[in-house]
């Protein structure tokens, strides 16, 4: 029997906000265990929580971004379950009343257009961390974490593929980053996915039984995951046993799953409505006055980087995989009318000084402006390409101009006409026997005297220039 891969995501988005959902705290990365805690994230008798109108905000800003409906009034509420990170042995969420809906995000895959729906995204509270010790058995609770303001965004089950998951987890990433909602760093937990994948017989209606996956912290591992438990799945069935519906963990040193416990349904988590928080009232004037401070989306600034700038597909999906990158970019391109260089330029030698030291593009110490009169002087025939390419990473490294660099280093080219014919016609005087081949129709011929006018001038004569009066010289 062939069947049919059904994948829905959920996706943990923890909010950049400076305070936790509901009280004060901080929630920066990295802190003591333990040290950024309060009554209110405890869980202790008597406290009460705030709502975070900051969080709020984000939440509506990232649903608008995402095709989504907000919710005027929603509700939020108690979602139980007792585990060593949950100190008040509920988390705070929204359930039949979350505050963004129905929205969705367009991709494409393998050439293929495809729309992913989003059922939901609605706001919670995270919990803390559990520690497990290697030796010892001992395990550890630290819950600076609890109380961060998440957004869980959940699709429909739309996708068919890792492949697919894979392009929507990353659209979503790159929606949440320029939004500035999100660091998007899988890595640091503050960006979490969980794909629920099941299987079912080609041309069925009906679904099979889900798993959850969890613990994955890359693209690559979501990939990785997907793809196994796809595998796992279909020999399990096509061998006629039952799929469980189940948690797994995804264990990265072997490549495989592993059963973590037995799939809750809803009704197991005993939702009711939190009593300490009123409805939330969203004012139909806000949700528009926000709608109005929505930054242009990795998707609509690609194709305009495409449409305005003429620049391949590829290039304008790597100079858009990051605001801040576009932003260079274009700051260079209002300075230099060249999109085509300067997209070049960034994505071989910017980015890659930038990657070498671990840096973001937000603190190049190439400067637009920096960049900028170094191809301009390529440009203009002042230096050569390579010669540009060669100086680049000490216009990185140090203070000096591009301009400092190539008076220091010689690296003018000979761009005028008459010295240039002058070596040229030394050249063709020296070589009468490759004249007579080029006047014959060897056109091929031309590479040589390139060649030879190049080391007469010990590679400082402008290529362009040369092939232009050698053509003249030997039509002559």
């Known amino acids: ?112 257009s495809k729309r992913v729906r989003i059922c939901r995204a609605h706001l919670e509270e995270d919990a803390g961390k559990n520690i497990h010790a290697n030796e010892g058995g001992q395990s550890y609770v630290d819950l600076n974490r609890t109380g961060t303001p998440l957004l869980e965004i959940v699709t429909d089950p739309d996708m068919r593929s890792a492949d697919e998951v894979v392009a929507y987890l990353k659209s979503l990433r790159d929606a949440l980053v320029y939004l500035d909602v999100c660091d998007g760093n899988m890595e640091e937990g503050n960006l979490r996915c969980e794909p629920n994948i099941s299987l079912r017989p080609v041309g069925s209606e009906t679904f099979g039984t889900k798993v959850e996956l969890k613990n994955i912290n890359s693209f690559k591992n979501v990939k990785d995951a997907v793809e196994y438990e796809i595998k796992r799945q279909t020999k399990v069935l096509t061998e006629g046993g039952k799929i469980h519906q189940e948690t797994r963990l995804w264990n990265i040193d072997l490549g495989q799953t592993a059963v973590m416990r037995s799939k809750e349904e809803a009704h197991d988590y005993r939702y009711f409505p939190d009593p300490d928080l009123l409805p939330l009232s969203i004012p139909e004037e806000w949700i528009e006055e926000l709608r109005g401070t929505l930054q242009e989306l990795p998707q609509a600034r690609q194709q305009r980087f495409i449409q305005e700038h003429g620049l391949p597909e590829y290039d304008a999906g790597v100079l858009t995989s990051s605001r801040a990158l576009a932003d260079y970019f274009e700051s260079c391109v209002q300075r230099f009318a060249e999109p085509k260089l300067v997209s070049n330029f960034i994505m071989g030698e910017l980015l890659r000084e930038l990657n070498q030291a671990g840096m973001a593009v937000e603190s190049s110490p190439v400067s637009p402006d920096r960049l900028v009169e170094l191809l301009q002087m390529v440009h203009n025939g002042t230096i050569s390409l390579k010669a540009a390419k060669e100086i680049f990473p000490e216009l990185y490294a140090g203070e000096k101009s591009a301009t400092q660099l190539v008076e220091e280093k010689g690296l003018q080219q000979v761009s005028d006409e008459g010295a240039l014919e002058h070596m040229i016609q030394e050249v063709v005087d020296k070589n009468p026997a490759q004249v007579e081949q080029y006047r014959s129709g060897k056109d091929a011929v031309l590479g040589f005297f390139v060649g030879q006018v190049m080391k007469t001038s010990k590679g400082k004569a402008n290529p362009q220039k040369v092939n232009e009066l050698l053509k003249r010289a030997l039509s002559s």
């Not at 007792?82 to 929204?94: C, N, R, T, W």
Request: net charge neutral; aromatic share 8%; hydrophobic share 35%.
């Open 1 to 112: 029997m062939t069947f049919e891969t059904v994948i829905g995501l959920e996706v943990h988005a923890q909010l950049r906000t400076q305070s936790k959902l509901f009280c004060g705290c901080g929630t920066e990365f990295g802190h003591l265990p333990n040290t950024q805690t309060c009554p209110v994230c405890l869980g202790l008798p008597g406290s009460l929580p705030v709502i975070n109108k900051r969080a709020v905000e984000m939440a509506i800003r990232t649903g608008l971004a995402l095709n989504c409906s907000i919710r005027t009034t929603n509700v939020f509420a108690r979602k139980h379950y007792f585990y060593p990170d949950l100190p008040k042995g509920y988390q705070i969420s929204q359930y039949e009343e979350p505050i963004c809906e129905h929205g969705w995000i367009d991709l494409n895959v393998n050439g293929e």
